[in-house]
């Protein structure tokens, strides 16, 4: 079944999302999905994809010389590939769903929206270099800015109905601006004008801008009248590795383990027993 097109910028191909009805696998009862490369002058190929799952999104430089393609069950994988659909670059795993290439074709952003928590990773796409992560929570809407520079998040009708607004980001994860929809009223659509912006050298975040971004994060809640004071309670960070390496095992992986340790006491308890039977036969014997 054909989903949908998307077709690269200068019309020298197109990606298709197809899906079927059955799983032959037998890993979903959705069906399967797969994408699909053909080129303008006829030659086709489908895309290898390294994790089994859904395809959530796929989205074409702005040259038209590779793709980007966020797939497979959560955490989803991310890769770059070049119109051989061979992969470029691959982004690893992460809580995401959607990837968004800015005007320039310079810088990669992949986000998690939806029921996930807004997370936003942007990526050089020329280096492969990871430049900033920040959050856009309950956010439903992401563009880029004309200028490659910027980018507007919001939350908008009919999506989400409640907590409508929009913000206005720099990609090193600066909040420059915010609007609030008033009580009962919706926001429904966010735009940037059109306009063309020369290309700029991507900048990295200063050692004393991840220190300031460091210390905005909130810190444990602690009830009032424990505020002040001397903390008598363990945090996470106050737990010995032996604890941590506990709390990590499966549940199977801990029952499986209670299981060795109840036939290790059994055969120890068999061997005492057998022990102390051949200590009494030549006592009987004796008498």
């Not at 929206?113 to 992560?133: M, T, V």
């Not at 010995?240 to 095992?249: F, I, M, T, W």
Request: hydrophobic share 30%; net charge positive.
């Amino acid at each position: 079944i054909l989903k949908t097109l998307s077709f690269a910028f200068q019309a020298s191909g197109v990606l298709v999302l197809t899906s079927t009805e059955v799983d032959k696998t037998g890993g979903s009862y959705y069906g399967e999905q797969g994408l699909h490369y053909i080129g303008a002058n006829g030659e086709s190929s489908m895309v290898p994809l390294a994790k089994k799952g859904p395809i959530y999104s796929a989205e074409w430089n702005p040259d038209s010389k590779d793709f980007c393609v966020v797939y497979g069950y959560m955490p989803a994988k991310a890769t770059l590939y070049n119109v051989k659909c061979e992969p470029i670059f691959d982004f690893g795993t992460g809580p995401r769903n959607a990837v968004h290439i800015n005007p320039h074709g310079n810088i990669l952003c992949l986000a998690g929206f939806g029921n996930l928590r807004g997370n936003l990773e942007f990526w050089s796409r020329k280096d492969h270099k990871l430049i900033n992560k920040t959050q856009a929570s309950d956010s439903t809407f992401f563009q880029w800015c004309p200028d490659g520079e910027h980018f507007v998040t919001a939350t908008t009708a009919p999506r989400l109905r409640e907590g409508n607004g929009y913000k206005i980001w720099h990609y090193l994860g600066q909040q420059l601006h915010s609007f609030s929809a008033a009580p009962k009223e919706e926001l429904w659509e966010v735009s940037w004008r059109p306009g063309e912006f020369p290309e700029k050298e991507i900048r990295y975040p200063t050692a004393a801008e991840l220190k300031q971004k460091e210390a905005a994060k909130p810190a444990v809640y602690r009830p009032p009248n424990a505020r002040g004071k001397p903390r008598t309670f363990l945090s996470k960070e106050d737990e010995s590795p032996a604890k941590d390496a506990e709390k990590q095992l499966s549940k199977a992986a801990a029952k499986n383990k209670k299981k060795r340790e109840a036939k290790t006491r059994a055969r120890e308890r068999e061997a005492e027993e057998k022990k102390a039977a051949e200590a009494e036969k030549p006592a009987r014997r004796g008498r």
